[in-house]
T-cell receptor, first 113, second 113 residues
Framework: DTAVSQTPKYLVTQMGNDKSIKCEQN?????MYWYKQDSKKFLKIMFS???????INETVPNRFSPKSPDKAHLNLHINSLELGDSAVYFC????????????FGSGTRLTVV | DAKTTQPPSMDCAEGRAANLPCNHS???????VYWYRQIHSQGPQYIIH???NNETNEMASLIITEDRKSSTLILPHATLRDTAVYYC??????????????FGKGTKLSVIP
């Protein structure tokens, strides 16, 4: 059983398009996250979200928006894609008050052409 | 969250212990030390965390100095599959939500046959 699953694994799209990446966790965690890893391999937090609050990294453009239909899902929607959005996007989850760290998905490699 | 300093890279012979250092001289009393690793093209993986006592689990041991200004992650018998980037992170609390994980550059560990 995959704990945190992301789809698609690879996504190639043209500039200006709108795309979504889906994330699902079956761990019963109450908080989910999106991270971006750029070509220099730096991992940066984009969003954290639970049923209480959405915390947005102020450096994230408003073209990026998280959408959570329920506690087990946190999708990432991106409008008007740009070349600089090319990166690997990781979803993660954790439990408030838990001491077992974050569980990450295997990533979605987005290439904007 | 306090900043951490790690060597950019290290080598370790297969079967030997890998000792990965981390400096966190500005750590606060309520900040934990977390270790994650990222094997090539995969999502980061939680390894271990601690507050002030040494910790051990099936993956590794964490040694935290008495003044808590530095720590060492020990992989007792490194294998080729332990080749990865290892991240030392300090963070408030043991829970989730607004206490986000902030990744630095990490240490690239190469296990050599």
């Amino acid at each position: 059983d995959t704990a945190v699953s992301q789809t698609p694994k690879y996504l190639v799209t043209q500039m200006g398009n709108d795309k979504s990446i889906k994330c699902e966790q079956n761990l019963g965690h109450d908080t989910m996250y999106w991270y971006k890893q750029d070509s220099k391999k730096f991992l940066k937090i984009m969003f954290s979200y639970n049923n209480k609050e959405l915390i947005i990294n102020e450096t994230v453009p408003n073209r990026f928006s998280p959408k959570s239909p329920d506690k087990a899902h946190l999708n990432l929607h991106i409008n008007s894609l740009e070349l600089g959005d090319s990166a690997v996007y990781f979803c993660a989850s954790s439990q408030e008050g838990g001491n077992y760290g974050y569980t990450f998905g295997s990533g979605t490699r987005l290439t904007v052409v | 969250d306090a900043k951490t300093t790690q060597p950019p890279s290290m080598d370790c012979a297969e079967g030997r212990a890998a000792n990965l250092p981390c400096n966190h001289s500005t750590i606060s009393g309520n900040e934990y030390v977390y270790w994650y690793r990222q094997i090539h093209s995969q999502g980061p993986q939680y390894i271990i965390h601690g507050l002030k006592n040494n910790e051990t689990n099936e993956m590794a041991s964490l040694i935290i100095t008495e003044d808590r200004k530095s720590s060492t992650l020990i992989l007792p018998h490194a294998t080729l599959r332990d080749t990865a980037v290892y991240y030392c992170i300090v963070r408030v609390g043991g829970g989730a939500g607004s206490y986000q994980l902030t990744f630095g550059k990490g240490t690239k560990l190469s296990v050599i046959p």
